[in-house]
């Protein structure tokens, strides 16, 4: 089946620091992957997203690429800031006619200054 | 920002009452969904709509039922609530545009069963 696996948390860096937040999934077919980023008291929101083999998503600093030969899709951003703690979740979403999107566990962020 | 509202925001209830959490969205997407998010759980999907009065079971849909007589309004019901349904609810939406599911998500619901 379907599932994704994201490093555990939390992760804690000092600010100006490079990030990376490992993802690997498991999926049958061509899904479409997606970062996810989630604020305190706050509901999810994308961050980026790639929908085929060697797309790079980008946004806010960060990037990740689809990798299907090692079924990645890692986060990294060159230098975090204080304003990018928050829970990043990686998932992913068939492309075979489903709907439904399967997301990672999460793995919280601190960025101390 | 998409246009996806979830009320109420707070709730403190007893064992044994029920509760219904209501979705709305003014984008007029196909899909509707409630996660629960929980520490050391993740998101883990509850229900979800692909159409009016169109739903499914998630994950963890027991305890839990879902009404969609619009496609705007999505409503959550714990028939009886109990302590371990305390958790933050969270509704989403998505389009089948593209294929891709990329989901809008709503800003939660805090439910607190004592």
């Known amino acids: 089946g379907n599932s994704v696996t994201q490093m555990e948390g939390p992760v804690t860096l000092s600010e100006e620091a490079f990030l990376t937040i490992n993802c690997t999934y498991t999926?049958?077919?061509?899904?479409?992957l997606f970062w996810y980023v989630q604020y305190p008291g706050e509901g999810l929101q994308l961050l980026l997203k790639?929908?085929?083999?060697?797309d790079k998503g980008s946004n806010k600093g960060f990037e990740a690429t689809y990798r299907k030969e090692t079924t990645s899709f890692h986060l990294e951003k060159g230098s975090v800031q204080v304003s990018d703690s928050a829970v990043y979740f990686c998932?992913?979403?068939?492309?075979?006619?489903?709907?439904?999107?399967?997301f990672g566990a999460g793995t919280r962020l601190f960025v101390k200054a | 920002d998409a246009g996806i509202t979830q009320s109420p925001r707070h709730k403190v209830t007893e064992t044994g009452t029920p509760v219904t959490l209501r979705c709305h969205q003014t984008?007029?997407?196909?899909?509707m969904y409630w996660y629960r998010q929980d520490p050391g759980h993740g998101l883990r999907l509850i229900h979800y709509?692909?159409?009016?009065?169109?739903?499914d079971k998630g994950e963890v849909s027991d305890g839990y039922s879902v009404s969609r007589s619009k496609t705007e309004d999505f409503l959550l019901t714990l028939e009886s609530a109990t302590s371990s349904q305390t958790s933050v609810y969270f509704c989403?939406?998505?389009?089948?545009?593209?294929?891709?599911?990329?989901?809008?998500f709503g800003p939660g619901t805090r439910l607190t069963v004592l």
């Open positions: 998932a992913l979403s068939p492309n075979t006619g489903g709907f439904k999107t399967i």
């Open positions: 999926a049958t077919g061509y899904p479409s």
């Open positions: 790639a929908t085929k083999a060697d």
């Open positions: 989403a939406i998505s389009s089948d545009e593209g294929g891709h599911n990329e989901q809008f």
């Open positions: 984008e007029n997407h196909r899909y």
């Open positions: 709509s692909y159409g009016v009065k169109d739903t």
